[in-house]
């Protein structure tokens, strides 16, 4: 190791708990570039993937507008079918694998260190590669547009036989795929470790912020099936070029293996998606109703088995493939009793609102508007659920509706949440309530414009992954491009707002600009200097805020 | 299921409140499985709605009341062990009156038994191929509608019929108040066989045969599309079921086994060259034009095949990778022996391909063992 890389190194000395002066090693040298190539400070680890988040939500969301141009009308104007299967296909691995769950990762990053009083997470090291890995996956996504044959077209679900069809740009998404996994593996023993070892004296696991632990049981929900993603992707490749019949009938293959693994990994990776936002909204919730937390433990519980039921799941995507009556039977019963920890945790949030003295800053407003649209999300997945139901809403635009209703309404949503709320904390000043509200309400109408609709064309059975439809559909692809097209408008006004806030904002945020918030990020400065907590915060300090919590 | 029906038209939710056909809500059932969905749907649609009026209402109490900016101060509250059992439980005790009726509903879906009428559904890339296997022939259903309506690409291209991209070729036809019985399966990737107004919805997955019923109830013409995602052309191969009187059908099923029987080849016939490949060009069209390209000229991961080194080289080649596909390319065992001859000798002498040799169906019949 050289010398520069030792220096960029500081958390081995923190931990050593040696007196580790700010100026003396000159850590702020590596400046420029350096500093984010070979971050390994978990601010800054935190900053890159929210950027790189944000810019491949920006993409995947171009890409979004350009299934929506083509929905506009009836027949086909701008591409080709095979182009708008690609489309489809990047848009969705794009939006999981590239917005949503970095930004999971990358707020991890930032605040979870700050939230537990630890100085940095537990590898540093292994944090910089975890988030190296993403750019080179991206590109090799993006490269698959422009190779022989283009992207995958298979739908973001890869279905065999169907992507044993497609020329390398599926072997480029496969190795993308790889990559990912990699290094979502990576960022969750990272965030396993530090939250098991180094909070706070005094922070107790079921005293720890629920951001902490939904980001717990997400990093093992993401170690179980992460790696069976991979499998089944390997398996893929070895069908397509090395001889092997995993998936392929006339080799004694079956193609429904493949939905199995891929749905046993698939499922969980929605929860994945939904479970960080669950402890976002219960962080911000609390603090702008001043209020502690409705029923702490039980959200905990519910949080848990969430996590265990997601497991037992998997088949319901697959309603129609064909199951004996006793397996649709199970699957069915098991997704229905989802619903319950669900529920539990809507009533918790709404509990915490109850004899509240709320204000409504622009992370209330997401955070009441995920709880309101990721509730008509639950409802929908309550409906698909019923197996006969799903008989005829399986693979329609009803799927498509219910499926954004969470990810975009609710983990989306809490995203945007999470950034206005620790924006002060990020930058030191404040960011502008106006645009802020306007974004709210902006998205919010928008939003519902674009997916609301997809439920009646899916009841009607209009199937997903069409580039043109029949006629009686006209009216509402219409309505719901034109809300796609506004709605993806609406963020450049969050992204105008976010630099807007780095240049100054209104100005300088306070180390608490929040009243009612009382977790330990909130004790340092704002914006928060490189290094916090070279000595961890003291039992009284932690034993305050938890207090004010409840806990 | 009355009454539930009943507490579901209660609701008013707003799907039934606005029920044109096809537009807002389900297609208008068809049968006994459709009606149970139905049923169902509005069933858990007015529990649904009652649940959000009651949550959604506290909450909006909520918001409104207990702001601080109306002087509100929060009370510090945070637990309450039987509010919290009490809302575990009472969930738990709806779902169970939701989950009865529709396993219920699951059985008979999945009983297939005593049919009376079997038929074959195969995906294809991209169209439907049915076999009714009780009476010994099956044809092909493809998309109707004209290329000109579809592509808009140069403006706003050719009116669109009433039933633009849900109009087929021929379609299948099923007697009335009879139980058929579809079996699905496929011939290359995995497709989905589904008629809305009838509530089934079956994968057709290529190695594998699954089934599923229905019985119809009204005569008249019904339409879905294939519901899974299966390349270029999945939104261009529709389903379209006639349904006719059980007389009309017995008429129908004659007319159409005296085509079949006269249009059968003799599997022993000597073909000569000239009749082979115009022989061959129907069967390339209906199969190989899809990817290949009516010229040969493929595209995309599909090879073309003028100037191809299988189709300008040996035989037995060309051949073995007709019967037992490689890569992307589906085996087409499913083809009879002399269609797969006239194939290949059209593949060889066309597109420029001018190999001059010719298969005749003897030669495929041994292949295959
Ligand atoms: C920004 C607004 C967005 C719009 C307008 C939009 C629109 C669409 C549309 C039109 C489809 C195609 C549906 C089909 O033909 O099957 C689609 C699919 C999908 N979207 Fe989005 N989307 C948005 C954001 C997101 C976000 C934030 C996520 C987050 C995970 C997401 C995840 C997906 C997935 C997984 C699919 C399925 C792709 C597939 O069929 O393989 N979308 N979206
Ligand atoms: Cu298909």
């Known amino acids: 190791m050289t010398a520069a890389t030792d220096t960029l190194n500081p958390t081995q000395g923190d931990h050593a708990g040696e007196a580790h002066g700010h100026d003396d090693h000159g850590h702020h040298a590596a400046t420029g570039w350096r500093r984010w190539v070979y971050a390994t400070n978990h601010k800054d680890i935190g900053t890159l993937y929210l950027w790189f988040s944000f810019s491949m939500f920006i993409l995947g969301g171009t890409m979004a507008l350009g299934i929506r141009a083509e929905l506009f009308t009836p027949g086909l104007q701008f591409w080709q079918p095979e182009f708008f299967n690609q489309l489809t296909t990047l848009h969705g691995i794009i939006m999981v694998f590239g917005a949503i769950m970095p930004a999971f990762t990358g707020l991890a990053n930032w605040m ?62 496969i190795f993308s795929v790889h990559l990912l996994g990699l290094s979502s593996i ?129 088949a319901h995507h697959m309603f129609s493939v064909g199951m004996p009556a006793t397996a649709q039977l199970f699957f069915m019963f098991m997704t229905m009793l989802i619903a319950v920890p669900t529920g539990v945790k809507v009533f918790n949030w709404i509990a915490t609102m109850w004899q509240g003295a709320m204000s409504f800053e622009t992370p209330m407003l997401f955070a009441v508007g995920f709880v309101c649209l990721f509730t008509v999300g639950g409802f929908s997945g309550l409906v698909l659920s019923i197996a006969p139901v799903d008989t005829q809403m399986h693979d329609t635009y009803y799927v498509v509706a219910h499926f954004h209703y969470v990810l975009v309404a609710g983990a989306l949503f809490s995203l945007f949440g999470a950034v206005y709320y620790w924006l002060p904390k990020w930058t030191g000043y404040m960011y502008s309530e106006k645009m802020g509200k306007f974004h709210f309400w902006w998205s919010m109408v928008w939003f519902n414009v ?101 806990l | 299921m009355r009454f539930q029906r009943a507490l579901g038209l209660a609701a008013l939710l707003p799907a039934c409140t606005f029920a044109i056909d096809g537009k807002y809500t389900f297609q208008t059932p068809q049968t006994l499985i459709a009606r149970d969905i139905s049923d169902l749907h509005a069933w858990i649609m007015a529990v649904i709605v009652v649940i959000f ?27 309450n062990t039987s509010v919290e059992v009490l809302w575990t439980l009472i969930p738990a005790v709806i779902l169970v009156v939701m989950a009865w009726p529709a396993a219920k509903v699951v059985l008979a879906q999945k009983d297939t038994r005593d049919a009376e009428v079997t038929i074959k559904a195969t995906g294809y890339q991209w169209f439907w191929g049915y076999d009714y296997l009780d009476y010994g022939f099956g044809y092909k259903s493809k998309l109707a509608t004209p290329r000109e309506q579809i592509e808009n690409y140069k403006g706003q291209g050719a009116a669109k019929d009433t039933h633009y991209l849900l109009e087929v070729t021929e379609p299948l036809v099923v007697p009335i108040g009879t139980k058929v019985r579809m079996l699905t399966t496929a011939n290359d990737v995995i497709h989905s066989w589904g008629v809305p107004a009838f509530g089934v919805k079956q994968d057709a997955i290529p190695g ?12 008249g013409t019904f339409r879905g599309q294939c519901v899974e995602l299966c390349g270029r052309d999945h939104g261009f191969m529709p389903i379209v079921v ?58 995309g991961p599909f090879p073309a095949l003028a100037g191809s080194k299988i189709a300008n080289g040996p035989m037995a080649a060309h051949l073995g990778i007709v019967l037992h596909g490689k890569g992307a390319m589906p085996a087409w065992q499913g083809l009879s022996d002399t269609e797969i001859a006239a194939v290949i000798t059209y593949e060889r002498n066309s597109f420029g391909n001018k190999m001059g040799d010719m298969l005749q169906p003897k030669d495929v019949k041994a292949a295959r063992k």
Request: glycine residues 8%.
């Open chain 2, 53 to 79: 009026v009651a949550v959604f209402g506290v909450m909006f109490y909520s918001i409104f009341k207990h702001r601080k900016a109306s002087g509100h101060k929060a009370r510090h509250f945070h637990e």
């Open chain 2, 242 to 299: 006639q349904v006719v009187s059980k007389d009309d059908f017995k008429v129908w099923v004659d007319k159409k086994q005296k085509e079949a029987k006269a249009a059968a080849d003799d599997p022993n016939k000597v073909w000569k060259l000239d009749e082979m490949i115009a022989r061959g060009k129907t069967v390339y069209d209906a199969n190989c034009a899809a990817c290949h390209k009516a010229d040969g000229a493929g595209g």
């Open chain 1, 186 to 314: 990576m960022g969750s023993i990272n965030i396993i470790v530090t939250i098991l070892n180094m909070r706070s004296p005094g922070m107790t696991l079921m005293k720890m912020p629920m951001f902490a632990w939904t980001s717990l049981v997400t990093a093992y929900l993401l170690i179980a099936v992460a790696p069976v993603l991979a499998g089944a992707v390997t398996m893929l490749l070895t069908d397509r070029h090395f001889g092997t019949h995993f998936f392929k009938a006339v080799g004694g293959g079956d193609p429904v293996l493949f939905q199995h693994i891929f749905w046993f990994f698939g499922h969980p990776e929605v929860y994945i998606m939904a479970l960080p936002a669950f402890g976002i909204v219960s962080q911000i919730i609390p603090t702008f109703a001043r209020k502690p937390l409705f029923g702490y433990h039980s959200m905990v519980y519910a949080t848990a088995s969430i996590a265990i039921l997601s497991f037992m799941v998997w």
């Open chain 2, 208 to 219: 594998f045969i699954r089934d599923t019923w229905f019985k119809a109830e009204k005569v």
């Open chain 1, 450 to 550: 674009t997916f609301f609709p997809m439920h009646f064309l899916g009841l009607a059975g209009m199937p997903r992954r069409i580039p043109d439809y029949p006629l009686q559909f006209t009216d509402f692809n219409a309505l719901a491009s034109v809300g796609a097209f506004c709605f993806g408008l609406g963020q450049l006004f969050f992204l105008y707002n976010v630099i807007h806030t780095i240049r100054g904002g209104v100005g300088k945020a306070p180390a608490n600009p929040w009243e009612g918030a009382h977790t330990l990020e909130w004790e340092v400065p704002s914006p928060a200097p490189h290094h916090t907590w070279e000595t961890p915060p003291s039992q009284e300090l932690v034993e305050k805020g938890l207090k004010e919590q409840a």
């Open chain 1, 112 to 173: 979870l260190p700050l939230m537990l009083g630890a100085p940095d997470m537990a590898f540093a090291r292994m944090n910089n590669w975890s988030f190296w890995l993403l750019p080179p996956s991206a590109l090799l996504l993006v490269i698959s547009l422009f190779v022989p044959g283009g992207a995958a077209a298979g739908g973001w679900t890869l279905y065999p036989p169907l992507s044993l069809q497609f020329g390398m740009g599926m072997d480029l998404a």
